[in-house]
């Protein structure tokens, strides 16, 4: 049964940051890639950032580059989300998700094993 637990989620001002972690409880898994994704309450689930192992590259929705970081370790299961400049925008919980066969990083079905959330709120 494999888990994966963020945590780092909190409060803070516009303008401030935030570092998520991500980590797969109990096991480790053999995985191809990970990623972040975030939902806003009424809104889909969309893509924030991933990165390959293959490869060392990593990926980044439009809205958050050059403002977010994401990085890990593959043999720890391990990623991390460096959230810096936040935006009331970025409010939402994020999500870590791992990928585990062929696919592209952008899409929610490329992923096979997902956490339970983080909250990240950012205020005015």
């Known amino acids: 049964q494999v888990q994966l637990v963020e945590s780092g989620g909190g409060l803070v001002q516009a303008g401030g940051s935030l570092r998520l972690s991500c980590a797969a409880s109990?096991?480790?898994?053999?995985?191809?890639?990970m990623g972040w994704f975030r939902q806003a309450p009424g809104k889909e689930r969309e893509f924030v950032a991933a990165?390959?192992?293959?490869?060392?590259?990593?990926f980044y929705a439009d809205s958050v580059k050059g403002r977010f970081t994401i990085s890990g370790e593959n043999a720890k299961n391990t990623v991390f989300l460096q959230m810096n400049s936040l935006k009331p925008e970025d409010t939402a919980v994020y999500y870590c998700a791992a990928k585990r066969r062929a696919g592209s990083y952008y899409f929610t079905t490329s992923y096979d094993n997902w956490g339970q959330g983080t909250q990240v709120t950012v205020s005015s």
């Open positions: 109990g096991q480790i898994i053999s995985t191809v890639g």
């Open positions: 990165i390959s192992w293959s490869t060392a590259a990593a």
